[in-house]
């Protein structure tokens, strides 16, 4: 079943079963149909997302976890002190020979 289709009978059967329960009156029971469904719909996206995601998706979501990335400036200070110590190696050995 599409993942469209699928959000739409959650939808629509989720509210039947609500409004089912407002009429029968407490316990709400129909809390825990939209619980169990709902992780179900999410496992569901997760797949249909891994399924259907194109590259430039992919590389655009991939750069912006990395731009928003809390330890970023982090790992643009260990890039930096990795490119000042292999000019600083190749100066020396120029400055051997």
């Known amino acids: 079943m599409p993942f469209r289709t699928h959000a739409l009978i959650f939808v629509l059967a989720n509210g039947a079963l609500h409004v089912a329960n407002w009429f029968a009156g407490p316990p709400w029971w129909a ?13 569901h996206y997760m797949v249909y997302r891994a399924r259907h995601s194109d590259p430039t998706w ?7 976890v990395r731009s928003k990335s809390y330890d970023r400036a982090h790992m643009d200070a260990i890039a930096q002190d990795a490119i000042a110590r292999k000019q600083d190696a190749i100066a020396k050995d120029q400055h051997k020979e």
């Open 31 to 43: 809390f825990w149909p939209l619980v169990a469904w709902g992780a179900a719909l999410g496992a």
């Open 58 to 64: 992919t590389k655009e979501r991939t750069d912006e």
